[in-house]
């Protein structure tokens, strides 16, 4: 087609033909469209695929963020953060930035919490009570309870008198209101109560409700019930009381009522004993089974045992006053020089030379003269027995002397050694709890418990006495035949010695080592103790028991080595699988390595660097044995002052049971004993 250009197409003024403009507007469109369809191009080929699956179905869906677009309930969007808002109703709005990742398709699941639900709760029968849901209060009910969340809930409902009403129950939630209508069953029963006799009162959880005989009713669970009647001792217990199932208690016989004792004794301070077991010291008050003949036995230092038998009412008071009988023995006194002056218990009594007649409990003599050491000491005057004391003063010059030769003998610090060369290690003593308690486990009758505070420092031998170091003191010493075949057995511990050959030996080492005499014996009897002198001794039982015990934990071990029976670890000689075969009880998973006795110091020693205070040999203590020691605290004490038995501690190779391993355990004797040796003790001043 051709067109004409005539000259007045142009105009003056006129750069560009009309024709060129109409052009460019037809580019500028096609430009516009080409990038539009080349950015749809880029968006869909990098957008990625959403799929997002929401709880319930028909929530509403708005994905926010340049550009997005819905295609068959599915999303294009490119990667990054995306604001993502779901709505439905009956459900908390969803609000939160969505993350598209690189992922081509992508999916997720979003499930809406439905809003809290509410719940009508009424009971039948119609009572009032509180709502507990998941363990949590939710108030009082009956009534419409709000805010509860949705899902599955344990719902209590108690009300008082009747049973807890307990139910799991789906809370649908979406503000909806259900209902729920609780039966209550009775959560009380009838309940019999009677006693013979009749008429004691009755008390329930502290209620009383009446007397017996009597019908009542109680609520579930643990009572406690009580019935009291005058002249009767009150019949406690708690009894569990079921719903729904009737309760007879039966008839309750009811135990008449102590009577009781008021016990004293002229002069006060005897141990009190009822019908063999230890009650206290007098004066004192004690209850006692009524309408029964009950043995009184009285025990006091210095005066001659007393007996009573008495009967109480029921409810009864009655008192008991005994005169006590003072028991009475001569002491003969020969000293030198005889112009020497003599003071018992404090007061003086003339020249020491004398025969005085003494009760029989332990007195304090002192004998003194000028230019003369003093002497002190404690003495017990024995029935029937004239005891004889020979004391020669030492002069001042000589105690002097002495004091020096012992300073000396000190050669290091903490410890002493004896003549014979066996080492004995320093203690500042301590506070010691004696015997058991009756709660405690194989718990003897005769360990009444007691408190000993030792104030003296005091030696405590290392190890046990051995054969050749008694034979030093008594050469015609033959051990038993099972120990003198063995190899070395000097090393071993003496036994089959009798208490009076201790205390001899002690006597001997002290003269060797010029320290004064514990023991006052003549004639092998012994006549009283020297307790100021810093001789050779027996141990006390108190000191015995405070070296044994490992005080580290505050309270004690029950045995050497601890609290556990039988022992788990090798700790001391004791009967082991070894005297299988033999006529003796043995520990069946414990091996020591010796059927008899060990050389001395075998075993580790204690954490006090004490050898052998568990196993070996028992070993022989100062103190006479009583059965019925007094539990009054003492200090320094030597045990009771009169006796016929003297105290054996400690376990031996011949022991296995726990009665007899623990550190409390006491036996008693005299004469020597196969398993039974000593070590020594002395004051430190």
């Known amino acids: 087609m051709k067109q004409n250009i005539q000259a007045s197409d142009f105009k003056p003024g006129n750069k560009k033909p009309v024709l060129s403009v109409s052009l460019n507007k037809n580019y500028i469109k096609l430009s ?128 008082d008198r009747y049973l807890p009403f307990q139910a799991d129950l789906n809370i649908e939630g979406k503000g909806l209101e259900q209902t729920l209508i609780a039966k209550l069953l009775p959560g009380w029963v009838d309940t019999t109560i009677d006693s013979l006799p009749a008429g004691a009162q009755v008390t329930v959880d502290g209620r009383s409700l009446g007397n017996t005989p009597l019908l009542t009713e109680l609520l579930f669970g643990k009572r406690e019930i009580e019935l009291r009647l005058q002249g009767y001792k009150t019949w406690a217990k708690t009894w569990e009381i079921k719903a729904g199932r009737p309760t007879n208690l039966g008839e309750i016989a009811l135990a008449k009522a102590d009577g009781e004792l008021n016990i004293n004794t002229i002069p006060e301070g005897a141990v009190v004993a009822i019908d063999g077991e230890f009650i206290g010291v007098t004066p004192l008050l004690a209850a006692v089974s009524p309408d029964v003949k009950h043995k009184i036995e009285f025990v006091k230092e210095g005066f001659k045992p007393a007996f009573q038998t008495i009967s109480v009412a029921s409810a009864d008071k009655s008192s008991v006053v005994l005169d006590l009988v003072p028991e009475l023995a001569n002491i003969r006194f020969e000293t030198t020089p005889k112009d020497a002056q003599l003071m018992v218990d404090g007061a003086l009594v003339g020249v020491a030379t004398q025969v005085l007649t003494l009760p029989t409990h332990a007195h304090e003599f002192t004998i003194f003269r000028d230019g003369y050491a003093t002497y002190q000491s404690m003495l017990t005057p024995r029935t029937g027995v004239e005891k004889k004391f020979r004391i020669r003063l030492k002069t001042a010059e000589a105690a002097k002397r002495e004091a020096a030769q012992e300073e000396r003998r000190k050669t290091r610090k903490g410890f002493v050694t004896t003549y014979v060369g066996q080492d004995m290690k320093l203690f500042s003593g301590g506070t010691v709890f004696l015997g058991s308690s009756k709660s405690d486990d194989d718990h003897q009758i005769d360990e009444v418990r007691r408190k000993v505070i030792l104030e003296k420092p005091f030696y405590f031998s290392t190890k046990e006495v051995t054969i050749g170091e008694f034979r030093r003191f008594l050469a015609t010493y033959s051990p038993t035949e099972d120990i003198i075949s063995l190899p070395n057995h000097e090393q071993y511990p003496v036994v089959s010695v009798s208490w009076i050959q201790t205390a001899l030996y002690c006597n001997w080492l002290s003269r060797r080592d010029g320290l004064d005499r514990f023991y006052n014996i003549s004639f092998g009897e012994l006549l009283g103790v020297n307790p100021e002198s810093s001789g050779y001794r027996l141990p006390t039982e108190a000191e015995w028991e405070w070296v044994a015990k490992d005080f580290k934990d505050k309270k004690p071990h029950t045995f050497p080595w601890g609290n556990q029976y039988p022992p788990t670890a090798v700790s001391g000689n004791y009967a082991d699988t070894t005297a299988n075969g033999s006529n003796i009880e043995f520990l069946k998973s414990y091996t020591d390595g010796y059927k008899f006795s060990a050389p001395v110091g075998t075993f580790n020693k204690s954490k006090k660097g004490i050898y052998d205070m568990g196993g070996n040999v028992s070993e022989w203590v100062h103190d006479y044995y009583s059965d019925l020691p007094s539990n009054a605290t003492t200090y320094d004490s030597l045990g009771a002052h009169t006796g016929t038995q003297k105290i054996i501690k400690g376990a031996s190779w011949m022991s296995s049971k726990a009665k007899e391993l623990r550190i409390s355990f006491r036996r008693h004797g005299i004469n020597g004993q196969k398993a039974t040796g000593f070590r020594m003790a002395r004051y430190a001043r």
């Open 32 to 159: 516009c469209f080409f990038l539009i369809t080349l950015w749809a191009a880029w968006f869909v080929l990098t957008a990625k695929s959403v799929a997002i699956l929401v709880s319930p179905a028909h929530a509403t869906i708005e994905l926010h963020g340049w550009p997005t677009l819905e295609i068959g309930g599915s999303w294009l969007a490119r990667p990054g953060l995306h604001q993502l808002e779901i709505s439905a109703r009956g459900y908390q709005p969803y609000e939160r930035e969505l993350n598209v990742s690189e992922a081509i398709s992508q999916k997720h699941k979003i499930a809406l919490t439905p809003l809290p639900g509410q719940l009508n709760i009424t009971t039948e029968p119609p009572k009032g009570g509180e709502l507990f849901i998941d363990d949590v209060s939710f108030g009082k009910i009956p009534g419409v309870i709000k805010e509860i969340p949705a899902g599955t809930r344990s719902i209590r409902l108690e009300v």
